[in-house]
C-alpha cells in the first residue's frame, strides 16, 4: 500500500494559505508569524488578509469596504469592530437625564444599537401610541471611522437626523461631537467634545485589540480640522439632493447660529441589559412588547435570577419604582407540557388575546378564533408586588397577590394572563438577529 502523501502549510498556494489563516484569531496569528521570517509578511497582509477576516466576522451585518471611506487598515478596522461589537443590543440610561429633566420630557427607556453600512448607530426606542406593536426608532448616536483613521461620534439630541440611520435625508448641522468612553463592558458613557476636535478620546486608551495591543498611536494619524474638512459623512450628506434643498441649507445655517449659544451636553451613563434575548435554557428571558387591558403598547422584562422568573414592565429605568413596575413572579419556573387538563384547557381557550384591532379586509376578521396560538407548554406563577415594594409585605388583602399563567406557544413567543382576569397579554419580541421589528421611524417637523 502506497504512503500517503504529506503536505506541509508552506506547500499550499498562497490564497489557500491567507484563506486558512482567515479563521485564525488575531492571538493565534500573531503567535504564527513568530514561527517563521517567510510566514510574517503573509500575516500582515491587510488587503487580502485582515480584510478577509473582518468580512468573515461582520461582513453579513456591515459593508466591512465602505469603513473610513475605504481607505483604513483592515487591521485597524477589525481592532475597531471588535470594540464596537459590544454595543450592539440594548441599552439604558443611568440615572436622570439632565438635559430632559430641564425641557420636562421623559427620555424613552432603552436604546438600541445596531449595525449600518458603515457606521453603528444607536437610536431610542419606544413603544408606540397607535394601537399597535409598532414601536418608535429616534435616531441617537451615530458612530463612525474618518478616512485618516479616527473615531467620528455624533449625537443627535433631539432625534431631528434621518441622516443619521443612513436611509433618508441629509447631513443636519444640528449634531454634537461627542466623546464614547467604554466603561468596562456592561458601561459606557457619552460626553461632549467641547473643542470639537476629532480625537480618540472615545477609548484610545480603552480600545485594544483582542490580544491587548494599544493602538492608540496608530489611530492619531491625520490632522485635526472642521467637521466640513475631514468627514466624509459630511460630504456623502451634503452632496445628496432632496425636495427643498434650499431650504435645509437655511436651516442648516440657523441652527449652526444657535448651536454657538446652546449649553454643554451633561455628560450621560449607559448601563447594558445583558440577557435581552432568550435561550434554549431560558426561553421566557429578554425584553418582550405587549399590549395592556387598556390597549396601551408596553415593554416588558423578563429575568431568570436563580431563584425564580420576574416579569417586569420596563418604563421610566431612572425612577426605582414605576420605571419597573412587577408583573409576575414564580419560584418554582417548571413548564407543564401538553396534553392539558380538561381545566387548565379551559382557562386558556375562554381568554381574550389583547391583540391590535384587525382591519375589516383581513380573512381572520370573521373568525379570530384560528388566529390563537397553539400552545405547547404553560407554567404557574403569581403577581407579587410586595417583594419590591415596601409596606406590602404580610398584608391581610394583597390586591396584587393574584394566581396566573404562563403559555409558551409553538413559535417561541408567550402570553401570561391571571385567574381574576379575562383576558390574555401575548408577548411578541421587539428584536430579533440584531434588528428592530415593527420599526416606525421618528420623524420631526422641519
Request: proline share 5%; glycine share 8%; aromatic share 12%.
Amino acid at each position: 500500500m502506497a504512503e500517503m502523501n504529506s503536505y506541509s502549510f508552506a506547500d499550499f498556494p498562497e490564497d489557500v494559505q491567507l484563506c486558512i489563516l482567515s479563521f485564525l484569531t488575531p492571538t493565534e496569528i500573531a503567535n504564527f508569524a513568530c514561527t517563521s521570517r517567510r510566514f510574517s509578511p503573509l500575516c500582515q497582509n491587510d488587503s487580502k488578509l485582515w480584510y478577509a477576516i473582518c468580512d468573515r466576522r461582520w461582513g453579513s451585518k456591515t459593508q466591512i469596504n465602505k469603513w473610513g471611506n475605504g481607505k483604513i487598515s483592515y487591521k485597524l478596522l477589525y481592532k475597531t469592530l471588535y470594540k464596537w461589537e459590544n454595543l450592539t443590543g440594548f441599552w439604558r440610561l443611568c440615572g436622570q437625564s439632565k438635559q430632559r429633566q430641564s425641557a420636562g420630557v421623559k427620555p424613552p427607556a432603552l436604546v438600541f444599537f445596531e449595525w449600518g453600512p458603515w457606521f453603528l448607530s444607536g437610536s431610542r426606542v419606544s413603544p408606540s401610541q397607535n394601537g399597535t406593536y409598532d414601536v418608535t426608532k429616534t435616531p441617537f448616536l451615530w458612530m463612525g471611522i474618518s478616512a485618516e483613521g479616527q473615531l467620528l461620534n455624533y449625537l443627535d439630541p433631539d432625534g431631528n437626523n434621518d441622516g443619521l440611520s443612513g436611509d433618508l435625508g441629509f447631513f443636519e448641522m444640528d449634531l454634537i461631537k461627542v466623546s464614547v468612553n467604554f466603561i468596562g463592558d456592561i458601561h459606557f458613557s457619552i460626553e461632549e467634545n467641547v473643542g470639537f476636535a476629532y480625537s480618540r478620546s472615545s477609548g484610545a486608551a480603552n480600545l485594544k485589540g483582542e490580544y491587548g495591543e494599544d493602538v492608540s498611536n496608530e489611530l492619531e494619524s491625520g490632522s485635526p480640522g472642521s467637521l466640513e474638512e475631514t468627514s466624509e459623512l459630511y460630504q456623502y450628506y451634503a452632496n445628496r439632493t432632496s425636495p427643498g434643498a434650499d431650504r435645509s441649507c437655511r436651516r442648516q445655517r440657523r441652527r449652526e447660529k444657535e448651536k454657538q449659544g446652546r449649553k454643554k451636553w451633561e455628560t450621560e451613563h449607559f448601563l447594558k441589559i445583558v440577557d435581552s434575548s432568550s435561550t434554549p435554557d431560558r426561553p421566557l428571558q429578554g425584553l418582550w412588547k405587549g399590549l395592556c387591558d387598556d390597549m396601551k403598547l408596553e415593554f416588558y422584562l423578563v429575568a431568570y435570577d436563580g431563584v425564580g422568573i420576574s416579569c417586569r414592565r420596563v418604563g421610566d429605568l431612572s425612577d426605582p419604582l414605576s420605571s419597573s413596575t412587577p408583573v409576575f413572579w414564580t419560584s418554582t419556573p417548571a413548564f407543564i407540557v401538553s396534553p392539558f387538563s380538561p381545566e387548565e384547557e379551559y382557562l386558556y381557550s375562554s381568554r381574550i388575546h389583547l391583540r391590535p384591532p384587525m382591519k375589516s379586509g383581513d380573512v381572520r376578521w370573521q373568525c379570530p378564533l384560528i388566529d390563537h396560538e397553539v400552545v405547547s407548554r404553560l407554567m404557574h406563577i403569581n403577581s407579587s408586588y410586595d417583594l419590591v415594594i415596601p409596606g406590602l409585605a404580610g398584608a391581610s388583602a394583597n390586591p396584587w397577590h393574584v394566581e396566573g399563567r404562563i403559555w409558551q406557544y409553538k413559535n417561541g413567543t408567550f402570553g401570561f394572563g391571571f385567574l381574576r382576569d379575562n383576558y390574555i397579554v401575548d408577548l411578541k419580541h421587539i428584536a430579533q438577529d440584531g434588528r428592530l421589528l415593527d420599526v416606525m421611524e421618528h420623524y420631526c417637523d422641519r
